[in-house]
């Protein structure tokens, strides 16, 4: 969140503007969904806004007024009272952050949170915030649930059915101010603006050999985006919701840490709007309904997978992935240091990705490896980081993946996907031949921390010692060939790292040529 003085700032500037506009006469402003964090207001969709194109923030057409009228603090300073309810309603509570104060309300249930809520209206605001009731209603209905436009109204809704309408009624606050709460608001209503979707500076191949695609891409660990090998899957042509609906009928699916039918998740996914929508992310989707098995194929150019080797024994591989606009994955590297490819069936996602070498900006992993920090939701790091990347000197490679389209996330690499609209797709995770990918692998397998790291497997500790025997088993001499090869190439002259392949040394200019 951008300082006050910041927001006051720009506040005051656009003030400014508009007194110089009234004097002159010469134009009307007109209405629009463009605005700033810092000038918005619980009726930003009554009150027209001057278009601005250096600085802002935009809002979904559709964005509502905060519910609970809720405005950043910098509003604060233009106010004609330096009246807060937020601190007045907390009493001695008020010098603890908004953070520490939801934190210590998501120990309460929720008739706890009810009946604080009627302690005060500051209370109140902060009782009703979504996320606490959203926790509420994942943590007690895994089972699966109604979303009733709301999270308080569905949880209320499951349990006391006589009040399910009281669940949605929302009291409006005045005077409340907190750039927390606010920022929740903002990041589920804001517009992904032109100039974080326009930076395009992955490789396109199209129809290449999987010599070329080896060759090229996978040895140097290159990302890559693969357009016209989806062009034979039955999924392509198929897979919309009416289509996934008829064919999954009651079967349901992985989403966050509940199971939904998928007539119920698309409930969700069309009346929700927050930070972090849910994400339909199911690794078992091919044995819940085998016909969707059926619909796709490997592209040609990842067929060798030797963590096929384990059979039923193999980790997590392959996932359906659905969600609305504004859902995705923050950043992350995929589990057991393999590679992975990610195929958009219906929809287009934005892919910011950084080398192995580089830790993304707001992103702080743990020296193991186990844990990773990052801001809360995809859109506030585009929102307080993305910026930033542009001063860089090994800027992020980034694109917009399209449906039909295919991109190659190499192992190691930072990446982070937004869904830019409703969308389908189906990633898959897999260990080639080639030296660095499974010696990456097999290092990864046997670090000390393995029971934390290694994931989509219950036997986390001895699936170094599986795997590495079955490799041996099936494909006898293959690791000692590997391990040759690379003792080759850390004997040769250093190669040149990635961005130095891609950069003119004399003008340190980029130069996608590879």
């Known amino acids: 969140m951008p300082p006050c003085r910041d927001l006051l700032f720009q506040i005051r500037k656009k003030r400014k503007k508009r007194k110089k506009r009234k004097k002159s006469k010469k134009s009307a402003p007109t209405k629009h969904n463009s605005t700033s964090l810092k000038q918005l207001s619980p009726q930003h969709q009554q009150k027209p806004e001057e278009e601005d194109t250096e600085e802002g923030f935009s ?110 009624l929302a009291l409006n606050v005045r005077d409340f101010y907190s750039d927390y709460l606010f920022q929740s608001w903002l990041c589920a209503n804001l517009e992904m603006k032109s100039e974080w979707l326009e930076r395009d500076n992955i490789t396109r191949r199209k129809g290449i050999s999987v010599e070329d695609f080896v060759l090229n891409f996978e040895v140097p660990n290159k990302p890559v985006l693969l357009e016209g090998c989806l062009d034979n899957w039955v999924a392509l042509e198929k897979w919309d919701r009416d289509y996934l609906i008829e064919t999954c009928g009651d079967a349901k699916f992985s989403v966050g840490p509940v199971e939904l039918k998928l007539e119920d998740y698309f409930r969700y996914s069309d009346l929700v709007r927050e930070e972090r929508p849910l994400y339909l992310f199911d690794p078992k989707f091919g044995e819940k309904v085998p016909k969707l098995g059926l619909e796709f194929d490997v592209p040609v150019y990842f067929k060798d ?54 830790v993304p900006p707001g992103v702080h992993p743990s020296l193991d490896g186990a844990e990773v920090a990052c801001p809360v939701s995809i859109a506030e790091w585009f929102m307080n980081f993305y910026g930033a990347t542009k001063r860089w000197e090994k800027k992020p490679i ?25 969308s389908i797709a189906i990633t898959q995770n897999f260990v080639s031949r080639c030296w660095r990918n499974l010696l990456n692998v097999l290092d990864f397998l046997k670090k000390p921390n393995a029971s934390m790291l290694v994931s989509g497997t219950r036997d986390r500790v001895n699936l170094y010692e599986k795997f590495r025997k079955a490799i041996e088993d099936t494909f006898p001499g293959t690791i000692e060939q590997l391990m040759s090869k690379a003792e080759e190439k850390k004997s040769q002259q250093k190669k040149l790292t990635f961005w130095e392949s891609v950069s003119d040394s004399n003008v340190g200019a980029f130069k996608f040529s590879f």
């Open 305 to 358: 997978d030797l963590f096929s080797v384990l059979g039923s024994e193999r980790p997590d591989y392959r996932w359906i992935i659905i969600g609305p606009a504004g859902s995705g994955s923050s950043f992350h590297i995929d589990p057991n240091s393999t590679s992975a490819w990610n195929a958009v069936i219906k929809g287009s996602k934005k892919w910011v990705l950084f080398p192995p070498e580089v």
């Open 59 to 168: 809002l979904r057409a559709s964005a509502p007024s905060h519910k609970y009228g809720v405005q950043p603090l910098g509003n604060l300073y233009l106010s004609s009272s330096s009246f807060n309810s937020r601190n007045s309603g907390l009493g001695t509570l008020q010098n603890l952050t908004d953070e520490l104060i939801l934190e210590i309300l998501g120990f309460l249930d929720a008739t706890r949170l009810g009946v604080l809520a009627c302690v005060s209206k500051s209370f109140y605001v902060f009782t009703n915030h979504e996320p606490l009731w959203r926790n509420l209603v994942l943590d007690n209905l895994v089972g699966g649930f109604l979303y009733n436009g709301s999270w308080k109204s569905t949880y209320v809704a499951s349990f006391y059915p006589a009040f399910a309408s009281v669940g949605s």
């Open 398 to 422: 980034e694109c917009v993946c399209k449906a039909g389209e295919v991109i190659f996330v190499p192992n190691g690499w930072w990446h982070l996907v937004i869904n830019l609209e409703d």
